[in-house]
């Protein structure tokens, strides 16, 4: 078993251009999630899937930040425009059951 | 300006001694909860878990005590060695939903 597996794992990039995170969750998993870690908000839930489809997206900072899960096994977040207080480590995690939460490895996410 | 982040509380153990970690969540129906370690440049690793129907769980060197009257959980280790150094976590969920993190806690162990 691979685990979850995040890339890339550092992304470096211009203020404005369009960032993307892609996420592969352990096969058999059926609910994905997206956090973001800052120093200042610590580890924060973005949106998160059940099957395939997104079930709460409340933790989405606002309109440039949009997730995507065309199937079980691959799931992408996009920021466009990218803006410097994005910088953050970002992480996907997947489960099975409701208790069984596995965690990548995270993409840093620096915008300057 | 100046930048300001969470302060993260910072417990300093020798090695060998045992290592108490507190954590008070938020939800009263929360019914699952999970510690989680976190190193340097990796994402959060499961240590041991508990349900809301149990008040104590050991796994090796550690144990989760949930005291659902103060909403209060803890992680013991014993025996704390220098590779337990890094970030503790604990999170909540209510059954089928989101997990939720507390802010966390760093563990430094002395040599």
């Known amino acids: 078993d691979a685990g979850v597996i995040q890339s890339p794992r550092h992304e470096v990039t211009e203020m404005g251009q369009e960032v993307t995170l892609r996420c592969k969750p352990i096969?058999?998993?059926?609910?994905l999630f997206w956090y973001r870690q800052t120093m200042m908000r610590g580890l924060e839930l973005l949106i998160y899937?059940?099957?395939?489809?997104?079930?709460?997206d409340s933790g989405m900072p606002e309109d440039r930040f949009s997730a995507k899960m065309p199937n079980a096994s691959f799931s992408t977040l996009k920021i466009q425009p990218s803006e410097p207080r994005d910088s953050a480590v970002y992480f996907c995690?997947?489960?099975?059951?409701?208790?069984?939460?596995?965690f990548g490895s995270g993409t840093r996410l620096t915008v300057v | 300006g100046e930048s300001v982040g969470l302060h993260l509380p910072t417990l300093s153990v020798q090695e060998g001694d045992n290592s108490i970690i507190n954590c008070a969540y938020s939800?009263?129906?929360?019914?699952?909860f999970i510690w989680y370690k976190q190193e340097s440049g990796k994402g959060p690793q499961f240590i041991i878990d508990?349900?809301?129907?149990?008040d104590k769980r050991q796994g090796q060197r550690v144990t989760v005590l949930l005291n659902k009257t103060v909403k209060h959980l803890s992680l013991q280790i014993a025996a704390t060695q220098p590779g337990d150094s890094a970030v503790y976590f604990c999170?909540?969920?209510?059954?089928?939903?989101?997990?939720?993190f507390g802010a966390g806690t760093i563990l430094r162990v002395k040599s």
């Open positions: 899937f059940n099957n395939n489809v997104p079930i709460d």
């Open positions: 096969s058999g998993h059926n609910s």
């Open positions: 508990i349900r809301s129907n149990m």
């Open positions: 995690a997947s489960r099975l059951t409701a208790y069984g939460y596995t």
């Open positions: 999170a909540e969920t209510e059954y089928g939903n989101k997990l939720v």
């Open positions: 939800n009263s129906a929360s019914d699952y």
